[in-house]
Nanobody
Framework: VQLQASGGGLVQAGGSLTLSCRAS????????MGWFRQAPGKERECVAV????????YYADSVKGRFTISRDNAKNTVYLQMRSLKHEDAAVYYC???????????????????WGQGTQVTVSS
């Protein structure tokens, strides 16, 4: 399974950006999908998670109310809409897929089976 993340870039503080992650697997609709991020000098953290049917989502406290995760199973794609971006949101963002526990929200890195290559988000003043 290959995950291709895109949509990163440079955005002003307070601005918006939408990340996309397309999966190559025909079984994408059964995966739990997550977005993680890693800033320089920091550990990678889970930002948002969505179950296979979109019935449940998880958000880190730091992004609640500003980020929205969604998916389009017909397009094998998961999205992360980011609004009101802050400097502390700057990081490399990774999408990940868990090929198990379709309806279980997973927030640990070791619970994911496949990872995308990462896309850089930079937030300027």
């Amino acid at each position: 399974v290959q995950l291709q993340a895109s949509g990163g870039g440079l955005v002003q503080a307070g601005g918006s950006l939408t990340l996309s992650c397309r999966a190559s697997a025909r079984t994408f609709s059964t995966y739990v999908m997550g977005w993680f991020r890693q800033a320089p000098g920091k550990e990678r953290e889970c930002v948002a998670v969505i179950t296979w049917s979109s019935s449940s989502t998880y958000y880190a406290d730091s992004v609640k109310g500003r980020f929205t995760i969604s998916r389009d199973n017909a397009k094998n794609t998961v999205y992360l809409q980011m609004r009101s971006l802050k400097h502390e949101d700057a990081a490399v963002y990774y999408c990940a897929a868990a090929d198990r526990g379709y309806g279980v929200l997973r927030v640990r890195e070791d619970q994911y089976d496949y990872w995308g290559q990462g896309t850089q988000v930079t937030v300027s003043s």
